[in-house]
């Protein structure tokens, strides 16, 4: 009975999100506002009927109603509760309910959050995230509908999660990385709403700016947990495979982070206006590319979906109406007057323009990195991939020129910035960079050309970032009171550099200076690396919930001292009789020690993966301290007072070319 | 001239369109099942034929065999099995069937009447196995080697392009390995 309530919860939402599309808008092309106000309540009725749905579907996993074909598909009576919720979106269909359910609750905190500004915008872009969602609610209803029942065969028990999927990390990296994907549809409604009423101004861009960031830093924190996930759960060790549903998460993050600084010039200086627009509708256009990426199998990948070609083409046919006629919007209604305001050579615009030309350079490389394989394939070349050796040569220069650029870019100031001031402020920046890069290669022994421009570049940024609080927080009233004077979203932006640098720090020195072995090992064995004895012990058996697992145990040593006891497992799981690897890690800031087991390949003797992985936790702090830069910006004062003053201070800023008090920064 | 340049994301677009439809339905690398590379799942089901006995993963020991899912309620099995019957009859390939949420006594009939190609048949009425193998529908044909290890699917029905083009290669290359 419930899954027939929540197939036709589903559909009325569907039938909201259709009036939704049309009520709203109609209402502000013909200037009636009694339509126009019909956007909140249909927004609030498209959520609830949506997360009815979700909440149905909770349901039937949680009380293993295998009647249902995705939770036989996708469930265990075995399973524990956790995974069981968890397992809600460990499958297509569900996925696909939870990513329209954060579309329905982006769209209602617009409508919540956007009391203060004008009706028109607010209809106009809660109709467009309306028909965003009508696509992918035809899609699910049509293709994937999450309640289609096993009758009257019902099986007298579920498939079982994919044990991959058995872990926390997965409980909640996906929850996060659609919130980030979905949240980029919130900036694209709203220059989609710009297009259509023609008023890309800066009170536009003021009202896209926290929608972006606040998306931008579910992101990144989805991306990081991701990379965590593989890295205990797969085994490996590695931290980025460079998989095409990566890089799929990748893209909009790099363009996202483009229209988040372009959105800052066009807020403040009104410029850039016809570039950022694009940028929204870019951003949203990949991470609608990477669902389908993930979904149609076109590509192969370590968690891509099972494929199914009928889904892919509707899938493909959903993503080329949304991006190509919103392209096509842009391309008749875009300004392409010149805006009179000037910047000079060293302005702060000038950095920001570099900032996206590297940012969309690095999102074109890694596309045409991961649709290669397809063109080629187009074309009638042979399938291949490209693979891991093109994307580090590539990518990686041009991360550490955006790093450069950033360290330089804080110190320079809108309209125009002396050059030769900058080059002198940029001084303690360098010598502090070049010591504490060369202090980094003696410590890990070896000059390794990548590892010191990675870790150079990353001490850059946090001195330049340093020296401008240094700077910025001068005060008579002393330096504390000139501290807290400045705005949270400096702070925020602050947070975010730090974190970029963490994260360049730890991703240069762990990929060179990381040790991995694969050895042989019988019990009593030991072996040495990077000053660490690690003993292996023997194996034992341990009995989990719903697995058996050869538990191998170690112990390490350092200097004759005790360090840590690592036991890793290989698990069987018993639904599926998959085999699968825990990883044993010692975890410190430090450093990671890695253990896994492998093969058994004697009666007692077993291939282990031994890893030494230093400053790898510092990926994962960067990632932390990016999303919580993201959180403290749109924090900031000026987001909350202007309920009030909104339509006030967007005229003056219009009248006044959007002028910026020194110390109000970037942020 | 300039709101033209504003076409060309437009234009670049049509064409990425067109490359990922071109994409579609065809199968990366065959990699769709999880289970390629590894053994067939351990299960414990009765033979078809013969009620009493007990089939288990050891009936894809020995030599390279094709798995093939199939039951009478499948339009689409009706139209390979022609083909399963040439390529036992003919070519004399094992093929080892898993007859998939289906009756008996429908299954021994259409066996009867249009000619057995299979060595054995799992019989697999509440659809287990299919569970565990990540079984669309029916028909479905996997490739096994003599050790049991799953080397290669097939969705749909097997005809004798599919067998030449997909099929044969895979199979010809386990027998070589032993």
Known sequence: MYPELGQFALILALLLAVLLSIVPLAGSITGRESLQLFARPLAAGFFVFTALAFAILTHAFMVDDFSVAYVANNSNSMLPWYFKFSAVWGGHEGSLLLWILM???????????SRHLPTVMTSQVLSVLGMVSVGFLLFIVLTSNPFDRLLPNVPADGADLNPLLQDFGLIIHPPLLYMGYVGFSVAFAFAIAALINGRLDAAWARWSRPWTTVAWAFLSLGIALGSWWAYYELGWGGWWFWDPVENASLLPWLSGTALMHSLAVTEKRGVFKSWTVLLAIVTFSLSLLGTFLVRSGVLTSVHAFASDPERGVFLLGLLGITIISSLALYALRAPVVHSRSRYGSYSREIFLMLNNVMLVAATLLVLVGTLYPLVLDFLDLGRLSIGEPFFNLTFSPLAIAAGLLLG???????????????????LWPLAVSILAATAIMVIYGGFEPWAFAGCFTAVWITAATLTDIWDKSASKKGRWQGMRRLSRSYYGMVLGHLGVAITMLG?????????????????????????????FLGMTQRQGANFTANVGNFEVFRDGRAVSTIRPEKREYQVRRDMMTEAGIDASLSRDLFVAV???????????RIQYKPLIRCLWLGALFMACGGFLAISDRRYRVRSKLAAKVAAQEEAAGGKSAPTEALS | MKRLVLFVPVVLVVVLGVVLFAGIGKDPNH????????PVPAFSLAALKQPGQSLDSSVFQGEVSLLNVWGTWC?????????????????????????YKDKREAAMAWLDTLGDPYRLNIFDPEGRLGFDLGVYGAPETYVIDSKGIVRYRHVGPVDEKVWQQDLEPVVRK???QG
């Open chain 2, 31 to 38: 990699l769709e099942s999880v289970l390629i590379g590894k």
């Open chain 1, 507 to 535: 991703a240069s020195v762990v990929s060179n200076y990381g040790i991995e072995r694969e050895i042989r090992m019988v019990p009593g064995d030991s072996v040495t690396m990077a000053g660490y004895q690690f003993n």
């Open chain 2, 75 to 99: 339009p689409a099995c009706r139209d390979e099995h022609d083909d399963l019957v040439w390529l036992a009859r003919e070519r004399g390939i094992p093929i080892i069937g898993l007859n």
């Open chain 1, 103 to 113: 579309l329905a609750g982006w769209t209602l905190a617009v409508s919540v959050f």
């Open chain 1, 408 to 426: 330089a870019g804080i110190f320079s100031r809108w309209k125009k910035t002396d050059g030769g001031w900058i080059g002198r402020k940029l």
């Open chain 2, 174 to 176: 386990y027998r070589e």
């Open chain 1, 598 to 608: 492998g093969e058994q390949l004697s009666s007692n003797a077993w291939a282990i």
